[in-house]
């Protein structure tokens, strides 16, 4: 992601607030877009914004957050869709590049991705890639001004198809 995405990303971001609440709060504004930026300038964080090649307008975005290496070698996905790409299948194609990066461009293990239970398309989304249930986070993260459970879902380079054969 780049500043020269911050009106089309908050215009996104806006039009799409009822299909993000209360899952996801991405930036509204352009002074919250720059802090975004800015913290996606880290080494620890990495943000990919998906483009319609089409018309130029953005699909959505994918976030590892939290980039560890060393013994770790793990990071958190976080991923959110644009109207009207919602529900279109936009985002697996998405989601799938960004892992395959993650794992082979990053040289990630594992990528961890926490859900809110009610959100099933969410769920959906990444079960659909692989990633398995391994727990429940109560009030595991603050979203909106609220602490909300979460659903932890994995996947690491192993349960990645073609990747093992790759090794």
Do not use: C
């Not at 020269?4 to 352009?30: C, K, M, N, T, Y």
């Not at 398309?121 to 009030?139: D, I, N, T, Y």
Request: proline share 5%; glycine share 8%; hydrophobic share 40%.
């Amino acid at each position: 992601m780049a500043a020269h995405h911050e009106a089309a990303f908050v215009a996104g971001a806006r039009a799409s607030r009822d299909l993000h609440h209360p899952w996801i709060a991405p930036p509204r504004s352009a002074a919250s877009f720059r802090m975004h930026l800015k913290r996606y300038g880290q080494p620890s964080q990495a943000s990919h914004v998906a483009v319609d090649t089409s018309n130029g307008a953005l699909i959505g975005a994918v976030h590892l957050n939290e980039i560890v290496y060393g013994a770790l070698e793990s990071a958190y996905l976080a991923y959110f869709v644009f109207r009207p790409y919602a529900g279109r299948g936009y985002m697996t194609q998405v989601l799938a590049a960004v892992i395959e990066l993650a794992f082979t461009g990053y040289r990630l293990h594992r990528l961890e991705a926490n859900v809110q239970p009610g959100n099933q398309a969410s769920k959906r989304l990444v079960q659909s890639l692989g990633f398995r249930l391994e727990g429940f986070s109560p009030r595991y993260l603050r979203i909106d001004g609220a602490w909300r459970d979460h659903e932890r879902y994995a996947l690491t380079t192993e349960d990645w198809p073609g990747l093992a054969e790759r090794s």
